[in-house]
């Protein structure tokens, strides 16, 4: 079982920054997807960005250069820097990681974020 601590949301001005981090504990596989998923109002939850343990980095197409993921191993963190927000950014941002090969993810407590135009 994986554990996480989430922190970094808040609310911002349309067109500020928040930088979102997630440690992770626990029973951490060796070969994972860890990223960072959101959900809005009314909304299903989607995939903002995910780091691969090999290194590899995914964005969703609506955050693509505004949104950058990052990972301390040392750590077992992942972070999520937020430029150029945007009201339609506001959501719950959840930490999750899935073992390569597995289906099911584990989840973290969500963090909020809110954009204010």
């Known amino acids: 079982q994986v554990q996480f601590v989430e922190s970094g949301g808040g609310l911002v001005l349309s067109g500020g920054s928040l930088t979102l981090s997630c440690a992770a504990s626990?029973?951490?596989?060796?070969?994972?997807?860890m990223g960072w998923y959101r959900q809005a109002p009314g909304k299903e939850r989607k995939l903002v960005a995910r780091?691969?343990?090999?290194?590899?980095?995914y964005y969703a197409e609506d955050t693509k250069g505004r949104f950058t993921i990052s990972r301390d191993t040392a750590k077992n963190t992942i972070y999520l820097q937020m430029t150029n927000l945007k009201p339609e950014d506001t959501a719950i941002y959840y930490c999750?990681?899935?073992?390569?090969?597995?289906?099911?993810?584990?989840w973290g407590q969500g963090t909020q974020v809110t954009v204010s135009s």
């Open positions: 626990g029973s951490i596989p060796n070969d994972y997807f």
């Open positions: 780091i691969v343990s090999n290194g590899n980095i």
């Open positions: 999750s990681i899935r073992p390569i090969g597995q289906v099911l993810p584990s």
